[in-house]
């Protein structure tokens, strides 16, 4: 199984500022035959489900803010909260669709300063 | 605007079986893969397997093998999600999940809002 680990586990940022969140896998998630890393990023706010935020490692959901962005390739990943709202505050998880199992990381809970 | 309406909670005892539905509005059913993600109290996502209308194949975690059955009826747009042998680490919200693709190796766009089983005696 691909194994997930983001870090930090929590981070508190303060309103306006940058936050970075990074998913490391346990093996390569970039499919050489068409050059996509199978990454996505999800945002989940206490009592709803997982909302999609980027997949394919950097490509924005329709909808999403433009203050989210995901980059990395291989097995480094990185989600940027360019300038945090209050409406930002969630758990966020990295996933991989590269193989089966999925995985998931374990979560990064984000909070205002 | 694809959604994804599960059943209500349920409470089980040790040992029974739980079955779960998703019932799909909006889409193209049969081209996606339905996807079942557990989330245990205060814990993280875990991905236990899914279907595909569209080839009648299933695909499942490992860990879940034996005790797992995922189900799909085009008839109704319905993904069942069939968990037997219940333990009280079962107890979790499971969410349905979908993938706008009949490729397994896709992520998931669309959520439902979750199901509530608790296994408890």
């Known amino acids: 199984d691909i194994v997930m680990i983001q870090s930090p586990d929590s981070l508190a940022v303060s309103l306006g500022e940058r936050a970075t969140i990074d998913c490391k896998s346990s093996q390569s998630v970039l499919y050489s035959s068409n050059n996509k890393n199978y990454l996505a990023w999800y945002q989940q706010k206490p009592g709803q489900p997982p909302q999609l935020l980027i997949y394919?490692?950097?490509t924005r959901e329709s909808g999403v803010p433009d203050r989210f962005s995901g980059s990395g390739s291989g097995t480094d990943f990185t989600l940027t909260i360019s300038s945090l709202q209050a409406e930002d505050v969630a758990v966020y998880y990295c996933?991989?669709?590269?193989?089966?199992?999925?995985?998931f990381g374990q979560g990064t809970r984000v909070e205002i300063k | 605007q694809v959604q994804l309406v599960q059943s209500g909670a349920e409470v089980k005892k040790p040992g029974s079986s739980v079955k779960v539905s998703c019932k799909a509005s909006?889409?193209?059913?049969?081209?996606?893969?339905f996807y079942w993600v557990r989330q245990a109290p205060g814990q993280g996502l875990e991905w236990m397997g899914g279907s595909s209308p569209l080839f009648g194949t299933v695909n499942y975690a490992q860990k879940f093998q034996g005790r797992l059955t995922i189900t799909a009826d085009t008839s109704t747009s319905t993904t069942y999600m069939e968990l037997s042998s219940l333990r009280s680490e079962d107890t979790a919200v499971y969410f349905c999940a979908r993938v706008d693709s009949s490729a397994w190796d896709y992520y998931m766009d669309v959520w439902g809002k979750g199901t509530t089983v608790t296994v408890s005696s």
């Open positions: 996933h991989q669709y590269y193989s089966s199992p999925q995985t």
């Open positions: 394919w490692a950097s």
């Open positions: 909006g889409g193209t059913f049969r081209r996606n893969i």
